[in-house]
């Protein structure tokens, strides 16, 4: 079985890190770590991001409204953490991940048109 989690909020801290933030959940961040695989939900229009909690695979989920920070700190080469409560894990392998996902995106209509589209006004078009 596969546990969801989706973000609340996004925030920024003073050294420009961007906190993914999963409010009212019970994931205890200490029993986790990256598995460092990001992937498409094209029906949902999400981006997910694996983690492992005890041996089980957890998928952040990041919406789309959530992607023109997400597009921010890509901008910036941020760090990126989870946070759950007081407690946060880093997410070192976020930008490679979403480098790749978002290359093999761009065109490749697999994922439906309007996913594509989604992807490319984003995270490819200069704004």
């Known amino acids: ?6 973000i609340n909020e996004i925030t920024f801290n003073n050294e420009n890190a961007m906190m993914l933030i999963i409010e009212n959940h019970t994931l205890n961040l200490a029993n ?3 598995v460092g695989t ?7 229009s999400s981006l997910l991001y694996i983690i492992e909690e005890n041996e089980e695979f957890v998928y952040v989920t990041m919406p789309v409204e959530y992607w023109p920070e997400m597009k921010k700190a890509y901008d910036l080469k941020s760090e990126v953490f989870l946070q759950v409560g007081e407690a946060k894990i880093p997410l070192e ?3 490679n991940e979403l480098t790749f996902l978002v290359e093999n995106v761009d065109g490749n209509f697999n994922y439906g048109e309007e996913f594509v589209k989604q992807i490319q006004s984003v ?3 200069e704004k």
């Not at 079985?1 to 989706?6: A, G, I, L, S």
């Not at 990001?38 to 949902?44: E, K, L, R, T």
């Open 38 to 44: 990001m992937i498409a939900d094209s029906d949902q």
């Open 32 to 34: 986790c770590h990256e």
């Open 1 to 6: 079985m596969r546990k969801m989690v989706q």
């Open 123 to 125: 995270f490819l078009e």
């Open 93 to 95: 392998n976020w930008q």
